[in-house]
């Protein structure tokens, strides 16, 4: 009984606090702007050739009319939350579904892919989009913005815009860790330098091209998702400790390239998002949150599936995906894309007001 009296205080909790941000944020952005991976993807992917797709059943089946959206989560993800709360659309489009056009993406639209990184390296992996053609949509979209509004208020709207970035684990767990080119070039530490590199050259361009108000994000305690957890033979199934120092170290770097840009680049406000210490702390005490698993995923057995193989009449898919953080091996539960959502929104965002 009082696990369930917490329960219901938390969801009063998340409640209060999207409806106090939505009146604080009201007006104040006029669209989320999205760059990253299948942490914000929502579904890109379906109209480029890859494999790193997930518009089918049983992804997207918590979604509004059960649709597989092309989002790699049973439901809506942390951006489509974040629009929500802010007092935008409830979901953010992806820039390449025929769907959508301007009228809807001048309110909030995601370039991400996923399966990409910070290095091109890793986005040839999966044949996705590299960080690059991100930005070159991005600048197709100034100008159909522009066309659309008008040039003075599109000029507003790129500068009062939240700019959301979130990508770097599939660098280490997809390419780094994977393949032997990247670790034959660089030691661990100095791939990381690498991509803060490319971190700070990508946020450097988006500033040149108008955007004010950027949330870097970083890893999350990457050695605990399922898949890494299964495949770490001898421990009984626990995190790979390897990955996560990793994920804190970058994080590290990170939050530092961020400290030193936002005295570089003037009249913007630059914000690190760190995932990792709510992340790790739903993992620890899932039922703290209302969880009931969280070393295995819902989809199939819960320790290897994702994307195809993820399959939409797997006997072991659970019930019920709110009982667990993840969904499939590598990508969380929408329960937790909302835990997420509303930790980063309370905790950080309040910085772009």
């Not at 990409?116 to 159909?144: C, F, I, R």
């Not at 870097?216 to 399922?226: A, V």
């Amino acid at each position: 009984m009082g696990h369930l009296k917490s329960l219901f205080t938390l969801l009063f909790f998340f409640f209060i606090i999207t409806t106090l941000l939505a009146v604080t944020f009201a007006g104040k952005i006029p669209a989320v702007i999205v760059f990253g991976d299948s942490t914000v993807d929502a579904g890109n992917n379906n109209y480029i050739p890859t494999v790193a797709r997930s518009n089918f059943e049983p992804y997207g089946r918590d979604f509004v009319g059960g649709k597989p959206t092309g989002r790699f989560c049973n439901g809506k993800i942390a951006t489509d939350f974040m629009s929500e709360a802010i007092g935008l659309k409830p979901t953010i489009p992806a820039y390449l579904d025929p769907s959508y056009n301007i009228s809807d993406f001048a309110t909030g639209v995601t370039f991400a892919s996923a399966a990409t990184g910070y290095d091109n390296a890793t986005s040839d992996v999966l044949s996705v989009l590299p960080l690059w053609k991100q930005l070159e949509y991005y600048k197709e979209y100034q100008t159909k913005l522009e066309a659309y509004q008008g040039k003075d208020q599109a000029s507003e709207t790129i500068t009062n815009s939240l700019y959301l970035i979130s990508v770097g684990t599939n660098d280490f767990l997809e390419n780094y860790f994977a393949f032997p080119g990247r670790s034959s070039q660089y030691s661990v530490d100095l791939y990381q330098d690498f991509l803060a590199g490319i971190a700070k050259d990508f946020v450097k361009k988006l500033h040149g091209l108008g955007a004010r108000k950027i949330s870097l994000g970083g890893l999350p305690p990457m050695g605990c998702m399922p898949l890494e957890r299964a495949t770490n033979i001898g421990t009984g199934g626990e995190c790979v400790g390897r990955f996560n120092d990793i994920a804190v170290q970058f994080n590290g770097k990170l939050e530092k390239l961020v400290e030193n840009l936002s005295k570089e680049l003037s009249g913007s406000v630059l914000v690190f998002s760190n995932p990792y210490e709510p992340f790790m702390r739903i993992i620890k005490n899932p039922s703290s949150f209302g969880f009931e698993v969280a070393a295995a995923a819902c989809c199939a057995t819960g320790m290897f599936e994702m994307g195809y193989s993820c399959q939409r009449n797997n006997p072991f898919t659970c019930t019920n995906a709110d009982k667990y953080v993840f969904w499939d091996s590598f990508h969380p539960t929408q329960k937790t894309h909302r835990i997420m959502a509303n930790f980063l929104m309370n905790d950080t965002f309040s910085h772009f007001l």
